[in-house]
């Protein structure tokens, strides 16, 4: 099934265990072999992403898309991990 791109942007996107994640804001897309990328979700869930933080979804994690987004795979959580404080 062949979908416009264009389509996918504000589609709502689940989690495999049904939890909202957010819509489509953009996309991320592979000029070098013409196909999209990823999904890129801003304003996220913040159970599921720290501070609401937006984030790329790897194309190979979604498992269907039509009138929703359905992932195959997400993390429990996503965080922002903060190196090491260098010492003075």
Known sequence: ???EASELIGLQVYTPNGVFLGNVNNLVLD?????VDGLFINETNPLLVEDSKAVNVPYRWIQAVGDVVVLK???KRVTTRKGPTPKK
Not at 31 to 35: I, N, R, S, V
């Open 1 to 3: 099934m062949m979908v």
């Open 31 to 35: 000029l070098d072999h013409k196909k």
């Open 73 to 75: 795979y997400f993390p």
